[in-house]
């Protein structure tokens, strides 16, 4: 079957570093995409990866293993504008998205 | 307009109604998709159209139907709503299906089904 496994909830200060994980079983693989949903709002895109390694954009990061089926948004020097849920969405051979339920980021003066 | 609109953006709705959300795009993009958003659980897709003149079914389609008479139109259709349908409902685009390009969401529209 398909599965995303990530954080409920993180908890972070402003101007510090935090690191959110993704853990993915997937039917195929093309690529894994990290979006941003503030309460309320829809999800916007942040990054995708398909190949292994960290791609670098701005304050944030995001790393991809596919032999560990692995992943990571890292999001540095944070703001508080940053409190969002974070969604961690892989696509499969069929190039759907099988979305994660988020994480939620708290950020705390 | 620029990008995806949905309407209405919340409806309260007797169960047993008939309801259509609306989704626009101005983008001229070829794929669309419609998703409902639950607690503590992640998007799931209910169907999506490939190009226009064609549909398909998703994770979550019972209860649902789509058309896509046109590249910038697809609605959502609840022939009869039911308390379970309850959600946020996301309508997205992206360019070209079959690919993993970036999807681009509207709004939403909050629906409560009594």
């Known amino acids: 079957g398909q599965n995303i496994d990530q954080p409920t909830e993180m908890t972070a200060t402003e101007g510090a570093i935090v690191q959110i994980n993704c853990t993915y079983q997937?039917?195929?693989?093309?690529?894994l995409f990290w979006y941003q949903q503030h309460a309320g709002e829809a999800p916007t895109f942040l990054s995708y990866?398909?190949l292994d390694g960290l791609e670098e954009k701005g304050r944030f990061s995001s790393f991809l293993s596919r032999s560990k089926g692995y992943s990571y948004l890292l999001l540095k020097e944070l703001q508080m504008k940053d409190s969002a849920s974070y969604l961690c969405?892989?696509?499969?051979?069929?190039?759907?998205?099988?979305w994660g339920a988020g994480t939620k980021l708290i950020i705390k003066p | 307009i620029a990008g995806i609109t949905q309407a209405p953006t919340s409806q309260i709705l007797a169960a047993g109604r008939r309801m259509t959300l609306r989704c626009t795009q101005d983008?001229?993009?070829?794929?669309m998709y419609w998703y409902r958003q639950d607690l503590g659980l992640g998007l799931r897709l209910i169907h999506y159209?490939?190009?226009?003149?064609?549909?398909g079914k998703g994770e979550v389609p019972d209860g649902y139907s789509v058309s896509r008479a046109n590249t910038d139109d697809f609605p959502l259709t609840l022939a009869s709503a039911v308390p379970s349908q309850t959600s946020v409902y996301f309508c997205?685009?992206?360019?070209?299906?079959?690919?993993?390009?970036?999807?681009?969401f509207g709004p939403g529209t909050r629906l409560t089904v009594l």
């Open positions: 159209s490939n190009t226009a003149g064609t549909t």
């Open positions: 983008m001229r993009h070829n794929a």
């Open positions: 990866n398909v």
């Open positions: 969405a892989p696509m499969d051979s069929n190039y759907q998205l099988i």
């Open positions: 997937t039917s195929g693989f093309n690529g």
């Open positions: 997205a685009s992206s360019e070209v299906s079959g690919r993993a390009d970036e999807q681009f």
